[in-house]
């Protein structure tokens, strides 16, 4: 009896050890490369480094049992920062890519302005009562995130849609006004 | 006959392990990790195979012989290729991002390697059998593009940049309606866990319910893969070899590897999703599960290789706008029939 329950007790460390070391673990990696895309001088390195911290994140929804979510965060985030990093090489054309993420010196109006960020997170954390669900993890994610979206959150769903749709139809037109522009330079310089 | 050969093997391990006195979770993990081994070890393997088979098939093809001096029939060519890329210098060059530039081949098996583990292979052979297994698959794979791009820039070359531009700008494109042309056979099923998705095509494949999602799927899949008519990254000429211009040896070798298991991705996927993948054609199942499940996956790369040798490559411009005007309008209006469609026969009610 006394063995059982001594097993009980070594297979909840070993659990706990296991879940506990992964998000250990895994929260390193994100500080890390995140502290590391700020910092490279290199804006290629800073954004490859990003793609490392959305696969962490991808863990730590694992390390949660949300299974759905984190290949979510590989193929949406992770996977386009291929795309934002061609658009940073366009947009920044530097000979030099070390110059490419340039540091300024205004370091006490960043101090400050970090030191206000972390006030209040640090306080709406303290003040946040942590609701702690013992709940089991649905086997299946997909299904009632789908009902969820498009049942009780169908008008946000909707609105962020539109939103995104606003956007595509904002891009194409600055894009087009860029074009006409391009076409009345070429004109005046003939 | 032979239906349950590999099973049998595994649950003799397990077994063996079991009789060790193996704890469960040990257990697991070993089964894990030789299961994963065991598909890499033959994905590997069967590329060797694969590009020998390419190299016949192009020859074929041209009215030629193809490779047939090493061994029966030239069947040892691509061993010998392999030992000499092996033994071959790898460069690296003055102006490369030189750690950019080396992981890039180190790192650019492993999404192909990862969305492996959910296939299966025959009835009840998914090394993980995932509940959302055709999205991890999806998932995992436009990882690639990164790692694509990463070899492009580290080189420092400008034909590799060029080609890197095109990388990110036809993979992202040709994504969208790679996903969207599977919504339809997914909104059908109603499940993202590949083996059911093969277990609901027992009555009928979804090839004769989704067409246009399979030949949206199927085009989109050449250009993913980057072979021709769709292989302007690597369009020789034009620019050298795109994104590989500057790598050599096994470096080289790692990219071609990744594009042959990638070809056999998108013909699993073909399999899998629209002609039924381990089910055999006309009840014929006095061949085992896994031989069904070969036997097409192989019929679709010979059909990849059969479009690559008979039709020339597109120009860029006309690349973009086949994406974005005609696959994804088309893979949205799939989507949408395919829901009215459902509906219709629950209201006649098949």
Redesign the interface.
Known sequence: MIDLIGQEIIDAFLNNFWSVGAFYTLALVIVVSGLLVVLMKNIVHSVLWLAVCFIGMAGLFLTLDADFLAAVQVLVYAGAVCIMVVLAIMVIRRADMKLSNPFNTQVYAAAGVVALVLAVCTFLAARTQWLVSRARVPENTVEPIATLLLSKYVIPFEVVAVLLLVALIGALLIAREVKADADTDAGQAD | MGENVFLNIASWIRGFLDSLGAPLLLNDLIMMIIKASAVIVFVSLNVIWLILMERKVCAYIQCRLGPNRVGPKGTLQTIADVIKLVTKEFLVPRTA?KV?FLLAPLIVFVPPALALAVVPWGDGMAAVD???GV??L???T??S??IF??GA?GSNNKYALIGG?RV??QM?SY?LPLVLALLGVIMITGT?NMSEIVEAQRNVWFIFTQPLAFLIYFIAGISETNRTPFDLVEAESEIIAGPYTEYSGMGWAMFMLTEYVSVMIISIMCTVMFFGGWLAPFGWTFLPSWFWFFFKVYLFIFLFMWIRWTYPRIRVDQLMGFGWKVLVPLSLANIFVTGIGMYVYRAIGW
């Open positions: 991002d950019v995932m509940n959302i999205f991890y999806l998932a995992v436009s990882l593009t990164l791009w990463m820039w531009m990110v700008a992202v994504e993202l």
